[in-house]
């Protein structure tokens, strides 16, 4: 993901991007509401994380001004007030979700995960690239007319591979989408699970579809090999 920190407390604010980018995020940093409302109206953020108490424009006109103009990146709100009445005007500025500070880095990390997933979503319409065609819906996957049995984990990494041909997928955005930041980045599942794959989509097919860019992670060719 690309998240948007916009934190006016600068030790807080290098913290949290330190940390973002160790999970293998992209982080922008902004320290006053009119910056980081601008920086948020470019949409190319995935997820913005954004304190209420900033100088000048506060954190819930920041995200009420964003809701405005149309703008529906995942916001997760920061505060140190906790109480009811705070929490119901951020989550009616449009607001997606809520943490109170002090508050567990690993517990961000999660519902940052979850806001993105649910602004996602899965893939509603067949994908493709090639010949090899994935229905989300029934779950099936073909080459050609020919159906492949998956597994469920292999049918979501194929799946994520498949929305994004053409992109590069780093090892830590894989476990991000598919295995919810839930597995050791160091373990070898992934590579496991990718060569299993390959053993059914590409090598009986004789097609090298799914491409290691070593030292960076995977990607499915636009073409479908």
Known sequence: MRVLVV?????LAALLAQGLREAGHTVDIRHTGSDGLLAAATGTHDAVVLDIMLPGIDGIAVCRALRQQGNEVPVLML??????????????????DYLTKPFSFDELLARLRALHRRAAGP????VRAGDLHLDPGQR?????????????????????LLTRAGQCLTRYQIL???????TDIRSNVIDVHIA??????????????????????????????
């Not at 934190?7 to 030790?11: A, I, K, L, V």
């Not at 053993?199 to 073409?223: C, M, N, S």
């Open 196 to 225: 299993t794959l390959r053993g059914k989509v590409d090598k009986p097919f004789g097609r090298q579809a799914i491409e290691t860019l070593r030292g960076v992670g995977y990607r499915l060719r636009a073409d479908g090999g």
């Open 140 to 160: 099936r996957v073909f080459r050609g007319e020919v159906e492949i049995d998956l597994s469920a984990r292999e049918f979501d990494i194929l799946a994520l």
């Open 79 to 96: 505060t140190a007030r906790g109480d009811v009445p705070d929490r119901v005007t951020g989550l009616d500025a449009g607001a997606d």
């Open 7 to 11: 934190e006016d407390e600068r030790r």
């Open 176 to 182: 991000d989408e598919v295995w919810d930041g839930e």
């Open 123 to 126: 893939p509603s319409a067949e």
